[in-house]
């Protein structure tokens, strides 16, 4: 059974740092694609980064320059720096794998991040 679990969520102030963590389980993890998304309260869900498995990163505007995706390989875990956070970054934060030329992909359960002073 597949499982991707994402920690490192919490409460910070505005201009401070945050590093999340997803793990995953059960499946093959270098060869899958992963993800960080993020979704706002009445908001809709959308792509925060992306590191491929030949760590290409790619990131959404707003994050670009203050946000770094990583992945460990041998650890089954990619990692999400945020820098410089903003009340507008509180979301709950979504780790995805998407396995490339597929339909496969899975979701992780969320982890909370909220920047209020």
């Known amino acids: 059974q597949v499982r991707l679990a994402e920690s490192g969520g919490g409460l910070v102030q505005p201009g401070g740092s945050l590093r999340l963590s997803c793990t995953a389980s059960?499946?093959?993890?270098?060869?899958?694609?992963m993800n960080w998304y993020r979704q706002a309260p009445e908001k809709e869900r959308e792509l925060v980064a992306a590191?491929?498995?030949?760590?290409?990163?790619n990131y959404a505007d707003s994050m670009r320059g203050r946000c770094t995706v990583s992945r460990d390989n041998a650890k089954n875990t990619v990692y999400l720096q945020i820098n410089n956070l903003a009340p507008e970054d509180t979301a709950v934060y979504y780790c995805?794998?998407?396995?490339?030329?597929?339909?496969?992909?899975?979701w992780g359960q969320g982890t909370q991040v909220t920047v209020s002073s």
């Open positions: 995805n794998a998407v396995l490339p030329y597929s339909t496969t992909k899975y």
């Open positions: 059960g499946l093959v993890f270098s060869s899958f694609t």
């Open positions: 590191i491929t498995t030949s760590r290409i990163t």
